[in-house]
């Protein structure tokens, strides 16, 4: 591990220090925060250079810079959870159907395929308009899709590691489907399914901003970082940046975490030759 | 006469992580027109990499040092711009790799992929390009020459496709040829249609080749001058008379002595009641397709080695896979000790999985990468016996010991270590178990042939010591007179002759058996020659018009 972080580029370290920072925001944000999340604190959008605060007011006249720690921990929390229960989800009937094979693997995948016919957007907007805008309920229209393609990838690594010897040999010895599923199968699949969690992380962290833009994500009062883009939309027209400020967050922290993926995905797929 | 290509002081280095390693050391080599030169050595000897570094290409990662020099007929390859490099490959020099099902491009026909590198050189115009290829593929003894360039990849055999390839190489006239170990990947009885060719086209069109392999036996019936390599060092340099007659170095002696390993014969006083015992076991992939065993009927004697041996698509594998649950067959039976085994893998009780055990042909995807030694070896006994933590490591240390490798490897993950250490580490998985029967599956085919002999003695050493029984899977008729005590013939799903190695591997032969034997390369001058011409004196004295090469002839004689 400390070898791997020793071979990284400069932009993976980038990318890494990003990642950490806002991590940190997200445990630490009650002790950093200087204001609670709904409190008024001064006018409308006041700018800047405000005495009491560091980065303005909002359209409430709350602390910008509050709601942002506050956004950060909702937002990117909310995305790393619905993100991880995609993956248990997702590599749970995936390897399910790559060792299984036959009915198991027909059922599944064309369930999954079923599901991916809808695009994410009207599938989230008819869900939401008939179970209304709550957390569980964006967490489940959130999920299954990402689920369905980390099912995809999952499935297609599983099904290349399951046709080696040694899953056979497990195979032979009598051992049963879950060890042959966590012990020879999952270790071998973890780097590229480590790459695309970083990936799927970022849908799922701008599909959240953007159901917050259109009024269905997390409800105010909660900051976060999409629907303080949306409350503050009309500072623009009067030539004030507030709403930039959290939309540059949401950009940050994608980059951030592509710059790692990018490398990560580098050390998986081997080197490119550059002339043939 | 010039030499026709001229390398001096080569040196390649692979580079990673801006740290670099040599490993090509400085070779000299010189070839001139219509000679061929071979290079011979195991695995990592650098042989493919100088066969390459003739057409001024490095495999990604190495790079061949600037002080080295590659002339072609008086051209300096080393100051050669992409372009012009572009310009000599497949032209002037050209490269038969050993796999033609990966170098041929599934999606197009023979032909076009023949004629590709002609009209892109602009050589040739496609009608006359076309033509040609009818030509060689008729020189080359291909089957329906005029028809069967209209072929995709898939729809010939891999000996064909190997000889396609050559031909291929052959597109542009070049002056030097490049094969690169070509007839590794296939049958004996095939290798030596393509070993024929090879030296008949060679011949007729004066070209220069180099020829790469492991294997001695087959480099000396082409080349005139062989090179031994090891470590990216020259070891020893002769014609292939020299070489075999007084080799001057111990390393070129060992490759010349393999394959004089031999079992001791037994004595003959011990019990025959069978272990293993199968009865007219009949399988196919799916229903209603051709069976891939047909009617097979086998006794395995306790403590004794049982080879079978078949060329590809005889069926030898399925009846492994068969015997161990991994195939459902039609019908048949399956005796352990006297009692059925159940087909399925899942309703077999774990005493009769554990003494059962498969060794496979390929460590590299046998072991799991992510698991130490320690986890390999020690899950069998877990899973069977049971063991405490401290008892596994105690009898893991032992399996080491047992398969001669240090009780240090107990914390290494099997990427670091060698083929030969994997595939012992393999041997060692299966001896965990305790079993009765371990069916190796072309365990030495993918070592090189000094490791692969260790492996065998060490096969041997084992059995004596605790009497376990092998079913021995092969292809190799070396491997076979070296270890088996009883041998079984599989051609096409059928068994066409069987029992112990003193009957079937002294004549008379069933028919098949002889073309098997015959085919196998020797240490001998000449030996593809005058095997050749024997085949050919026989053929005609038939008088039926029956090849050689015809396989599915055989089987009607037998049935």
């Known amino acids: 591990m400390i070898k791997l972080f020793k071979r990284s580029p400069l932009s993976a370290r980038i990318g890494m220090l990003v990642i950490a920072v806002n991590l940190f925001v997200c445990i630490a944000a009650p002790l950093i925060a200087p204001y609670g999340e709904t409190e008024v604190i001064g006018e409308v959008w006041e700018s800047v250079s405000a005495p009491n605060s560091i980065l303005g007011t909002d359209h409430l006249g709350r602390d910008l810079f509050t709601r942002m720690v506050y956004g950060a921990r909702n937002t990117v929390l909310l995305a790393i959870g619905i993100t991880a229960l995609a993956f248990f989800l997702g590599i749970f009937f995936a390897f399910l159907a790559a060792v299984l094979g036959g009915w198991v693997n027909q059922l599944l995948s064309r369930s999954v395929d079923i599901l991916m016919a809808f695009p994410t957007l009207i599938f989230a907007l008819v869900v939401l308009s008939v179970l209304g805008t709550s957390v569980p309920s964006l967490v489940f229209v959130l999920m299954i899709p990402a689920a369905t393609r980390v099912y995809r990838l999952a499935r297609a690594l599983a099904m290349n590691i399951n046709v080696l010897d040694y899953v056979e040999v497990a195979r032979i010895r009598g051992e049963g489907i879950f060890w042959v599923i966590s012990r020879e199968i999952l270790p071998n699949t973890l780097s590229p399914l480590a790459a695309e969690f970083g990936l799927r992380f970022c849908f799922v962290f701008l599909f959240i901003s953007s159901l917050s833009f259109l009024g269905l994500g997390l409800q105010p009062p909660t900051a976060d970082w999409g629907g303080m883009v949306r409350e503050n939309a009309g500072a623009i027209t009067y030539g004030i940046m507030i709403p930039l400020i959290p939309a540059a967050a949401i950009a940050q922290l994608t980059v951030g975490i592509n710059l790692v993926v990018d490398w990560f995905l580098h050390e998986s797929a081997g080197r490119v030759p550059e002339e043939i | ?559």
Request: aromatic share 6%; hydrophobic share 40%; proline share 5%.
């Open chain 2, 1 to 559: 006469m010039s030499d026709l290509l001229k390398i001096t002081n080569l040196k390649i280095e692979a580079v990673r992580e801006n740290r670099t390693k040599e490993i090509i050391k400085g070779i000299d080599l010189t070839l001139k027109r219509g000679e061929v030169l071979g290079l011979i050595g195991e695995s990592g000897a650098g042989k493919s990499t100088i066969g390459l570094a003739a057409m001024g290409f490095c495999r990604p990662g190495c790079r061949i040092v600037s002080s080295s020099s590659i002339i072609f007929d008086g051209f300096e390859i080393m100051n050669a711009t992409l372009a012009e490099k572009q310009n000599l490959r497949g032209t002037r020099i050209a490269y038969v790799a050993q796999s033609a099902a990966a170098a041929f491009n599934p999606a197009h026909k023979l032909i076009r992929q023949y004629t590709e590198g002609p009209v892109r050189h602009g050589i040739k115009s496609y009608p006359e390009a076309k033509k040609e290829a009818q030509a060689l593929y008729k020189k080359l003894l291909l089957p329906d020459p005029d028809n069967i360039g209209y072929r995709y990849p898939h729809q010939v055999s891999g000996g064909q496709l190997q000889r396609a390839m050559v031909a291929m190489a052959m597109a542009c006239k070049p002056d030097i040829i490049v094969f690169d170990e070509p007839t590794t990947a296939l049958d004996v009885t095939t290798q030596i249609e393509v070993l024929a060719a090879i030296k008949k086209v060679t011949r007729e069109l004066n070209t220069a080749a180099l020829y790469i392999t492991h294997d001695l036996a087959v480099v000396i019936q082409l080349a005139d001058r062989i090179m031994v390599l090891r470590h990216g060092n020259l070891v020893e340099e002769g014609t292939s008379k020299q070489l075999l007659e007084a080799p001057r170095e111990q390393y070129t002696r060992d490759l010349l002595s393999v394959r004089t390993f031999q079992k001791q014969v037994e004595d003959p006083g011990e019990n025959k009641t069978p272990i293993l015992e199968v009865q007219n076991l009949t399988a196919s992939y799916r229903k209603n397709t051709p069976n891939v065993l047909k009617d097979i009927n086998l006794k395995i004697t306790r403590g004794k080695t049982i080879a079978i041996v078949g060329e590809s698509g005889s069926g030898k594998t399925t009846l492994a896979r068969a015997i161990i649950g991994l195939m459902n067959p039609k019908k048949g039976k399956i005796l352990y000790r006297g009692k059925e085994l159940p087909y399925a893998l899942k309703r077999r009780t774990k005493d009769e999985l554990r003494h059962l055990q498969m060794i496979y042909q390929l460590p590299d995807i046998a072991l799991n990468p992510r698991q130490r030694i320690q986890r390999i070896l020690g899950r069998p006994l877990e899973f069977y016996f049971g063991m405490k933590r401290s008892q596994r490591k105690k009898r893991v240390k032992e399996l080491l010991d047992m398969v001669e490798l240090p009780a240090k490897f107990i914390n290494r993950f099997p990427p670091e270590l060698s083929g030969g250490e994997k595939q012992r580490i393999c041997i060692a998985r299966a001896l965990a178990a305790k079993p009765e029967i371990i069916i190796c599956d072309e365990v030495t085919s993918a070592l090189d042939q000094l490791v692969a002999e260790e492996v065998l003695k060490l096969l041997q050493n084992l059995q004596d010591e605790l009497k376990v029984t092998y079913l021995f899977i092969t292809h190799d008729l070396a491997t076979v007179k070296a270890i088996a005590d009883e041998i079984i013939v599989m051609l096409l799903g059928s068994i066409v002759e069987q029992g112990p190695r003193e009957i079937v591997f002294n004549p008379p032969h069933h028919e098949y058996t002889e073309l098997l034997l015959s085919s196998v390369p020797e240490m001998k001058l000449d030996w593809l020659d005058e095997l050749l011409k024997s085949r050919r004196e026989k053929e005609a004295a038939r008088g039926n018009g029956k090849k050689f090469h015809d396989i599915e002839s055989y089987l009607a004689v037998s049935n």
